[in-house]
């Protein structure tokens, strides 16, 4: 049984990569943006169509539509239906984190829940979080003509990689024309007339819209799982152990709710063996996200596979090159 009160497919389908992967694929096609954004809600309609709630049922999975809440570790009660189960799987994803610019609130500012809708095309754009969401959306509206502003605290862009793997991707998102504010955290963010000021030690910027990428934020807020006991980190992640088990013995979890790794793929993998471990069906080997691949889709594409030299060497392993 799968109790959900959004879309079946999630993120992926409607705000994440299916969006996401085909609007690259048009600015790289030279499409203009009105008709990428076309493809792009064609290719949801489809994909979305493939994986219904009543397509579910017709495979004989239960589908239950509302919001759940955990009222007990063996409950979840829907609408005011109690749910029993010898197991419950969290799979509730995760939301673009918000970052604490003074002013942000107050302007209408898109993620990447908004960022596809149809519209004309910005002449310039914003973008807080040089990050992959941030990289990749800044190679795409580049190739459309937009004139973007990539943003961010940290002094290079995807952080998180080797920094040759930075430097790489940096340099042809300047030859492509992307202006990059990398180590100057954004002051304060206001509407100017038509546009909006996002205010910099740089100097301002003016915009016409503002793309917020600045990571991600799990939904773990009121869906009981405080109150009976499962415990979680200092974001909210659902904290779990090898086998994707919490603190609870009969609540698992899996996908960006645990905050292991934000990728589809990744969700794809600690699900079967969350529900394999469960259900005690044979599996017997434990999640390990240095085993996924992880992929950047700019141009040049960002690919890695296991540790960074840097994580290598925290663990005391010898890098040769």
Not at 169 to 190: K, N, Y
Not at 265 to 281: I, K, P, S, V, W
Request: aromatic fraction near 4%; charged fraction near 25%; charge should be negative.
């Amino acid at each position: 049984m799968i109790v959900t009160d959004g879309p079946i497919g999630g993120d992926c389908t409607f705000t994440g990569c299916v969006p996401s992967k085909t609007l690259l694929a048009e600015a790289r096609r030279g499409a203009s943006f009105r008709e990428a954004l076309e493809r792009v809600a064609a290719t949801i309609d489809r994909i979305a169509a493939t994986e219904s709630a009543d397509v579910l049922r017709s495979q004989g999975i239960d589908v239950v539509e509302g919001r759940g809440t955990i009222v007990a570790p063996d409950a979840v009660a829907v609408d005011g239906r109690r749910i029993e189960a010898r197991t419950i799987l969290v799979a509730t994803g995760a939301r673009a984190a918000i970052p604490p610019v003074p002013g942000l609130d107050g302007v209408d500012f898109r993620t990447n829940e908004d960022f596809f809708e149809p519209r004309s095309r910005p002449d310039r754009l914003a973008i807080i979080g040089a990050g992959p969401i941030g990289c990749e959306m800044a190679t795409a509206m580049a190739g459309f003509g937009t004139d973007v502003f990539l943003i961010d605290g940290a002094d290079r862009v995807l952080p998180r990689e080797e920094p040759e793997a930075s430097a790489v991707t940096a340099a042809v998102l300047i030859e492509r024309g992307v202006d990059l504010r990398l180590g100057d955290p954004i002051q304060s963010v206001e509407v100017a007339g038509p546009r909006f000021r996002v205010a910099l030690d740089d100097g301002p910027i003016e915009v016409d819209e503002i793309l917020v990428a600045a990571g991600r934020r799990p939904n773990t807020d009121e869906i009981g799982l405080v109150d009976v006991g499962v415990e979680m980190d200092g974001e909210g992640h659902v904290l779990v152990d090898g086998r994707l088990r919490t603190s609870v013995r009969s609540i698992v979890a899996a996908g960006d709710v645990t905050g292991l790794l934000p990728f589809t793929h990744a969700a794809n993998e600690q699900g079967r063996l969350a529900a394999a471990h469960a259900l005690g069906t044979g599996a017997r080997w434990k999640y390990d996200s240095r085993a996924t691949p992880w992929v950047t889709f700019t141009d040049p594409e960002v690919a890695r596979f296991g540790l960074l030299e840097s994580e290598a060497a925290e663990i005391g392993g010898q890098v040769v090159h």
